[in-house]
């Protein structure tokens, strides 16, 4: 079964920042996890294009215009896009996200006519295809194409807008326009107006012309007409957009999602980026309380002395929409969790020993009280392994999955001849292993996520003692020439009995376990009908889970109700 794509153009009003990155890499993973290949299209940051133009007027050759006039000013100008496609990228890999830069080159996406206003003639669509295959997600830059001669040529205004429609329907994937709006409107949102504001579900092209002009670059807009190509308008983060096509239906009344109110208990290297990226959505979160146990260490790191409180009474107090767990031990967090839950507050988790602890009394727990139990974050990092279990769950045959990101990195700089000790050091200097590593090298950490996998995708819970576990103690005796030794996790039910295990193996450098490399965590489902799917990611690291936490809470906020 082919994997859905899905193409998003970042126009330069959502790219206005280097922190804006940030932001975009997020809205691919929420794409991304829910089964996607993303195509990520991207225009030039903010007022890029003019600065590049400003340089261009004052060296070159008299007489050139912004629309021309010298014939090496694309190679130039492009510039603006390709940057911003590799700023792109960088903030998917450090989130984790699997990401691959592509050019215009690369793809054969071709152009003929005027070199700063070409008209599209072509791409390779089965190159692109590959690259989504061998990689998930293919970041390129808009507005920018090769003409006559093999020289760079450009898309005229709007050029990343028509670049990423024009990729969509060669590839007959789905296009989302993200902009610093979340539709469609019948006037222009920041106009000032005592009348409500009223947003359209469906928005023909001419309506679009119309209401909205300035939103959409009007060759992009016309080449959508033509082909009778239907798109949508959105913007970051929001499930809310806009369906450009035919047809228009009536506006009806805008609304925001409320701003959710958020109890945490944990401050540690996940914990401390869950603050970061929180704060960075102050529109959408509040974090009213934090339990720790030592209030004096975070005060002198900074972190505001009022909201932190070493009694979990102050949490359920600050009465919180949602309760997030990015502590480590068992307890108080399973009981915290389960108690949050009978009080009909979401939580969030990335404790995978809690949860697996709890298992399906805690989901129990969130079907009667109707608050969401989300836990992506607790297994795969930025690989999206739990998501997979619950889309497929009743058609899963079996999952190999490397679980562990700390051990595979330990594993990769081991088999380069480092010790066991020098390997862990550099683990736990990067932040991927825990002063305290035992969790990870003997097999605990990754035997809760086994349980996790085997309670979502195969709906069976099992306790610690059935996961047979093979510790880096065997590491040498395990190693075979020309071969990689990876510590698989395995969940199968494919004989008509459910095994799980962590074993090391010794693979061939072929394999596509044994092909992630660092930190990167890869997955393989083996589906009943005989389909298979692999997923990439990081699986250790602050920022991975990190994501996985703020994809929670989006998916969260955008069920809410409104304010």
Not at 263 to 278: E, H, K, Q, S
Not at 428 to 445: F, I, S
Not at 458 to 472: A, H, M, V
Not at 519 to 527: Q, S
Request: net charge negative; charged share 25%.
């Amino acid at each position: 079964m082919p994997v859905p794509t899905l193409v998003l153009n970042f126009g330069h009003s959502v790219l206005r920042s280097l922190s804006d990155y940030t932001d975009a890499a997020s809205e691919i993973y929420r794409h991304y996890r829910m089964g996607q290949n993303i195509v990520a299209v991207t225009s030039a940051q903010g007022d890029q294009t003019d600065v590049l133009l400003a340089e261009a007027r004052r060296i070159g050759p008299e007489g050139m215009s912004d629309g021309g006039g010298a014939s090496n000013l694309p190679e130039l100008l492009q510039l603006g896009e390709r940057r911003s496609a590799a700023l792109l990228a960088l903030a998917l890999e450090r989130i984790g996200a699997p990401a691959f830069v592509r050019q215009a080159r690369d793809l054969g996406l071709t152009a003929m006519g005027d070199p700063m206003n070409a008209e599209l003639t072509g791409l390779n669509s089965g190159q692109l295809m590959q690259d989504l295959k061998d990689h998930d997600i293919v970041v390129m830059p808009g507005f920018v194409a090769i003409g006559d001669k093999d020289r760079a040529v450009l898309l005229g205004q709007g050029g990343s807008d028509l670049t990423a429609l024009y990729v969509a329907d060669q590839l007959g994937a789905p296009a989302l326009l993200l902009k610093d709006v979340d539709g469609v409107y019948d006037r222009d949102p920041k106009e000032r107006s005592d009348a409500p504001l009223r947003r359209y579900e469906r928005v023909s092209y001419a309506d679009v012309r119309r209401k909205a002009g300035p939103l959409i670059a009007s060759r992009a807009l016309d080449y959508a007409e033509g082909v009778g190509q239907r798109f949508r308008i959105g913007t970051p983060g929001s499930a809310i957009s806009t369906q450009v096509g035919d047809v228009s239906d009536p506006p009806v009344a805008a609304s925001r999602p409320r701003k959710l109110r958020i109890a945490m208990m944990g401050l540690g290297i996940v914990g401390g980026g869950v603050w970061r990226r929180v704060a960075d959505h102050a529109d959408r979160f509040e974090i009213v309380r934090v339990m720790v146990r030592s209030p004096e260490k975070y005060i002198d790191q900074g972190y505001p002395e009022a909201i932190l409180t070493t009694d979990a009474a102050d949490l359920f107090a600050a009465e919180p929409d949602i309760f997030i767990d990015v502590s480590g031990p068992i307890e108080p967090a399973l009981g915290l969790t389960r108690d949050m839950l009978s009080r009909g507050v979401h939580v969030v988790s990335a404790n995978k020993q809690a949860i697996a602890a709890g298992g399906q009394d805690l989901l129990d727990h969130s079907a009667a009280s109707q608050a969401r139990l989300l836990f992506s974050s607790a297994a795969g990092g930025g690989m999206p392994v739990l998501e997979m279990c619950l889309r497929e769950r009743g058609r899963i045959a079996r999952v190999e999955a490397l679980l562990n990101g700390t051990t595979n990195f330990m594993l990769g700089e081991m088999d380069g001849g480092m010790s066991y000790a020098d390997a862990l050091q550099i683990a736990q200097d990067r932040g991927y292993a825990e002063a305290d590593p035992t969790a990870d090298v003997d097999g605990h950490d990754a035997a809760a996520k086994i349980r996790l996998v085997s309670l979502l995708g195969f709906g069976k819970q099992i306790s610690p003692n059935q996961i047979e576990r093979d510790t880096l103690a065997l590491v040498d005796a395990r190693k075979k020439p020309g071969t990689v030794l990876k510590r698989v996790a395995r969940v199968s039910a494919d004989t008509g009995e459910l095994i799980a295990d962590l074993r090391l193996r010794a693979l061939s450098p072929n394999n596509f376990l044994a092909k992630a490399d660092g930190e990167d965590a890869h997955a393989v489902f083996d589906f009943t009908d005989g389909d298979r799917y692999v997923i990439r990611g990081k699986g250790a690291g602050r920022w991975p889970t990190t994501e996985a936490v703020l994809a929670d809470l989006y998916d969260l906020s955008n069920e809410t109700g409104p304010a």
